[in-house]
């Protein structure tokens, strides 16, 4: 192998000396005596690997800052620059590939200068090829292992850098939180009370998902709903007239004793609050779901279906919640006055729900056109864009809806 190939045979793709060109590692061969590098080249070379030769330090460095070299093999008295220096001369570099030091007449200072600079080994001459080879052999499987704790140990640290900031920003969003309401109409446009929504002040997850996605990696669903229920709750408290609370659940929420607990602030205000369940957090996996569900109707909430027609929550999730409120995603409300298919299967959840004495909610209600006919079809309560986005405790209805 010529300098000017600029091959680089990479540290990892070392591990097998000798099978296959691909897996070459490669060896930088430096020795002032003809004789030996070309013994050693011949030797290395048929145990399968990549040989550049230097016969002086200097030319060795040139090689090294032009490719990369799985193992140093360097004689220690050369003209000019030593093998020992060349050693530190390598370290000097950042670079940290076995070397291995081989001469005639080892003297303690060349010695000492091979420990400095971590030398693999310290071969005396005569050297047997043999021995040079499986001293290759043993350094390369070190460099291997040695690069792959370097590599594990870089993406510990990488894993545990996003983790912190993962804490961090949930930490600063949590700290953030700002639950905002969206109120809930009746078709007269009378306020029947309002959705509790999560936002946090905290820009960076200024998105709701952003926010329970951070949340969730942090750990800090349980946390995270807990703050939302006690702030909402609060919120409503102090007024009996502001009517219903809707309140999102998370299915980490449901498994959570403080969801169940009597003297949570919201449990004290159940009589008004609508637990909202939507599939899109996955509820299967909740074992004990109808008996959860149970508790919390002994205290007194309601249960809503949230976001049903947006393919998560199925017709099934209503007969194992029999929930008290449907509420239909907006996908089915957004130009329903102009789209027939969405009227009807408007029109024919209705009654279903009605048979399962459930009211029905018609979300994202952007338009008096479809409110008129989300109306028509039947649809007690809306919530929508149309009356009210969702906002700091309490935002009013728009006049005349
Ligand atoms: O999943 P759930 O139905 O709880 O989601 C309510 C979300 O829908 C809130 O984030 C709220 O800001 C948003 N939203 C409420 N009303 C409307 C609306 O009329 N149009 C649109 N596009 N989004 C709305
Ligand atoms: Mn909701």
Known sequence: MGMDSGQVVSVLGAASPGVGAAARASVLLVDDDDGVLVAFERALSSAGYAVDVARTGTEALRCIEGASYDVVVSDIVMPGMAGDELLLAIRERGLEMPVLL?????????AIRAVKGSAFTYLTKPLDSDELVAETDRAVAQGVAASQRRLAAEKLAQARAVER???EDFAAALAALKIVFQPV?????????YEALLRTGYQKLANPMLFLGAAEKAGGLTMLGRAVRDAAAEAMLPDPSRGVLFVNLHATD??????????APLSTLAARVVLEITERASIEGIKDLES???RLRDLGFRIAVDDLGAGYAGLSTLAQLRPEVIKLDMSLTRD??????????VSSLVPIAEHLGAQVVAEGVETSAERDVLI???CQLLQGYYFARPGPA???????A
């Open 254 to 263: 449901l498994l959570d004793e403080n969801l169940y607990d009597v003297h």
């Open 165 to 167: 900031e993962v804490q």
């Open 394 to 400: 309490f935002p009013e209805v728009r006049a005349g």
């Open 376 to 378: 028509r079809a039947g």
């Open 336 to 345: 329903i006055d102009q789209e027939p298919t969405k009227q009807r299967l």
């Open 185 to 193: 109409v009746e078709g007269s446009g009378a306020v029947y009370g």
């Open 102 to 110: 081989m001469t005639g007449s080892a003297t303690l200072e060349t």
């Open 292 to 294: 959860r569900i149970a």
